[in-house]
C-alpha cells in the first residue's frame, strides 16, 4: 500500500472550515484515500473515502487531485470537538490492512 | 455505521499473568478482525489479521506466541497477551469488517479500545 504524508499538526478557529492535506504520490490506480480520525483514547472513527472524484457526506468532503497524488479533507465548520488525530490512509479496494501513519493533529480553537 | 465493542476497557496485571481481550461486531458478521497496538502520543501499530474459522496472520516483528488470536465466530475475536510484562502496556484497539457478496462494510469499524496495565 501507499504511503502517505500528512503535516504532523494543524490549528482551525472554531466556525471556520479545517483543511488538511495528505501527499500520496506513490498510489496505485486501484488504491482508495480513507480518511479517519481519533479522538483522543478512543478507537479510531471512520470519515470519508474516495477514489478519484470528490465525495461528500455529513461529516466531511473530500478533494482528490486530478493526478490523485494528494488529497484535502475539508471540515466546513469546525467544532471543538472536531479536535482529533486526522488519518490519511490508502488501501486497494476489498483489500484488508490498513496501516495507519502519523497523522496530523488537530486542534480547533475557540 | 457498523458497531464494534471491546471488552474490557480498562485492565490492570500483574507481571506473568495472562490478558485476554474480546472483540465483538455488534450489528454485522466480520468476515476479517484486525488487532492495533498503539502507545502513547503514536500512531496505531498493525499487530495481526484474523479471518474466521483461520488462523491468525502476524505483522513482521509479533509474536505469535505472545499475543495469541482466537477468531472463532464471525462476530468474536479474541487476543490474549500471554505472560505479560510491562512493556506490554499499551492501548490495544479492533477492528472489523466484512469483505465481497456486495457488503456495503468495506471500510473498517472500529473499536473503542483496551487500555492495558501490566505492573
Known amino acids: 500500500d501507499a504511503k502517505t504524508t500528512q503535516p504532523p499538526s494543524m490549528d482551525c478557529a472554531e466556525g471556520r472550515a479545517a483543511n488538511l492535506p495528505c501527499n500520496h504520490s506513490?498510489?496505485?490506480?486501484?488504491?482508495?484515500v480513507y480518511w479517519y480520525r481519533q479522538i483522543h483514547s478512543q478507537g479510531p472513527q471512520y470519515i470519508i473515502h474516495?477514489?478519484?472524484n470528490n465525495e461528500t457526506n455529513e461529516m466531511a468532503s473530500l478533494i482528490i487531485t486530478e493526478d490523485r497524488k494528494s488529497s484535502t479533507l475539508i471540515l466546513p465548520h469546525a467544532t471543538l470537538r472536531d479536535t482529533a488525530v486526522y488519518y490519511c490512509?490508502?488501501?486497494?479496494?476489498?483489500?484488508?490492512?490498513?496501516?495507519f501513519g502519523t497523522g496530523t493533529s488537530l486542534t480547533v480553537i475557540p | 455505521g457498523a458497531v464494534v465493542s471491546q471488552h474490557p476497557s480498562r485492565v490492570i496485571c500483574k507481571s506473568g499473568t495472562s490478558v485476554k481481550i474480546e472483540c465483538r461486531s455488534l450489528?454485522?458478521?466480520?468476515?476479517?478482525m484486525f488487532w492495533y497496538r498503539q502507545f502513547p502520543k503514536k500512531s496505531l501499530m498493525l499487530m495481526a489479521t484474523?479471518?474466521?474459522?483461520?488462523?491468525?496472520?502476524?505483522e513482521q516483528g509479533v509474536e505469535k506466541d505472545k499475543f495469541l488470536i482466537n477468531h472463532a465466530s464471525l462476530t468474536l475475536s479474541t487476543l490474549t497477551v500471554t505472560s505479560a510484562h510491562p512493556e506490554d502496556s499499551s492501548f490495544y484497539i479492533c477492528?472489523?469488517?466484512?469483505f465481497g457478496g456486495g457488503s456495503p462494510y468495506n471500510e473498517q469499524f472500529f473499536g473503542p479500545g483496551t487500555r492495558l496495565t501490566v505492573l
Open positions: 477492528s472489523a469488517t466484512s
Open positions: 484474523s479471518n474466521e474459522g483461520s488462523k491468525a496472520t502476524y
Open positions: 490512509i490508502v488501501r486497494v479496494a476489498g483489500g484488508n490492512q490498513f496501516y
Open positions: 450489528d454485522f458478521q466480520a468476515t476479517t
Open positions: 506513490t498510489i496505485s490506480g486501484n488504491e482508495y
Open positions: 474516495g477514489l478519484k
